[in-house]
């Protein structure tokens, strides 16, 4: 073990051992019935750093909902379909509004403002299901994580899905409003099957970190040392994170943080150090705008410590 492997796992220890000593966590998300009943108090952390090295503390074997987090292996699935054409679906600029705003896209004629919003998603998602039936594609997701994160178990909550398909009215009226303005191709409920279905995935930190990797070595993954994303890919997918990954606080994380990352409701943050590292934290009590609070500040002790920000030491 080299003196730099020392240093990371005594830091993602430290990390860990400050954050559960902290009262301050958020709240759950109490809008998804199954996940306002996931423990506050949970927390995982797990670094991969360039050389394989896996630095890991706290709760981070547990499987949490990947929520949000699903939507950069989306987007890299439907990059990889349809190459610059998403584009003209989707823009790539922050949004400044809450993730569920039907506000923006009402101004911007259905046209969603980003892939990680979740109207920007949803018409990721109804790209990536043209060509296939639903239970093809949900398939073909799961494989890819799989593959991803070299690691056969990893599958869909079902019971976090079919939460999320009862609960999901806002996400049907972003998808009509799209629908009715000729952004949608696939019925609607085939488009919402699936990415409930794909937010509903299931991974621990570990499994996360892995899965992250090839955004960290400009596209390859380590492993097999295929190639999941050209560079230039990799690194307009790390640009999107670093924009609009926390939604309407991605500024106040980029400040903060100063690396490209995604955030879901569940809890979770996948963030990149490009060159350098993959990083997933979970910490299921959330800030006021959707993000997990204390996973946010696990990452802005992490960088600070590591000099890792894309920004600078």
Known sequence: MTIATRELERVVREIADEMSARPDRGEVAGYIPELARVDRNAFGLVVVDD???????????????????????TLTLALGKAGDRLWQRVGREPSGSPFNSIVQLEYERGRPRNPFINAGAI???????????????????????????????????????????????????????????????????????????????????????????????LGRHPTTGLSVVQPERARRINAVMLMCGHYDGSGEFAYRVGLPAKSGVGGGILAIAPGKASIAVWSPGLDANGNSYLGRVALEALTKRMGWSVFGA
């Open 51 to 73: 050389a394989g090295n896996v630095a890991a503390a706290g709760d981070c074997d547990v499987p949490f909902s990947i929520q949000s987090i699903s939507k950069v292996f």
């Open 123 to 217: 018409a990721v998602t109804d790209l990536i299901l043209s060509g296939h039936q639903p239970r093809e594609l949900l398939g073909e997701i799961v494989r890819f994580m799989q593959f991803l994160s070299d690691d056969d178990s990893i599958g869909i909550d079902e019971a976090v899905a079919a939460s999320e398909q009862r609960s999901g009215f806002r996400n049907a009226a972003l998808a009509n409003y799209m629908k009715s303005f000729g952004m949608l191709e696939n019925p609607i409920d085939y488009t919402l099957g699936v990415y409930f279905h794909h937010c509903a995935i299931a991974m621990s930190c570990r499994q996360l970190a892995m899965a992250g990797r090839f955004l960290a070595h």
